[in-house]
């Protein structure tokens, strides 16, 4: 059982940053983010997976956040990070992280994983 917890975190002004981070205690080959704000549905936000040789990876954004957020892992530390930059206020939602163990599985499907973090509340202000 690979457990995932989220740290970071916490609230922003409109504008700011904020990063989340992202540690998996087993070996995982696909992670990704999504978020949930209130009354709304679970959405994807940031993902990657590699492959187990770990030759070669992929990234993928939703719209909402492309050229605001980065996806990033530390391969040593089975960690990812999830940098948010030029935050907006509709931003604000509770940040789940995943992971997942097949790399050749889309990363924006919540199917893909097989492990979720609890969460951690994003809020930003205007």
């Known amino acids: 059982q690979v457990q995932v917890v989220e740290s970071g975190g916490g609230l922003a002004q409109a504008g700011g940053s904020l990063r989340l981070s992202c540690a998996a205690s087993?070996?995982?080959?696909?992670m990704g983010w999504f978020r949930q704000a209130p009354g709304k549905d679970r959405e994807f936000v940031a993902g990657?997976?590699?492959?187990?040789?770990?030759?070669?990876?992929?990234?993928y954004y939703a719209d909402s956040v492309k050229g605001r957020f980065t996806i990033s892992r530390d391969d040593a530390k089975n960690t990812v990070y999830l940098q948010m930059d030029s935050l907006k206020p509709e931003d604000t939602a509770v940040y789940y992280c995943?992971?997942?163990?097949?790399?050749?599985?889309?990363?924006?499907?919540?199917?893909?994983?097989?492990?979720w973090g609890q969460g951690t509340q994003v809020t930003v202000s205007s």
């Open positions: 995943a992971a997942g163990r097949d790399y050749s599985a889309s990363a924006w499907k919540p199917s893909t994983y097989d492990y």
């Open positions: 087993g070996r995982t080959y696909v």
């Open positions: 990657m997976r590699w492959n187990p040789g770990n030759t070669y990876g992929n990234t």
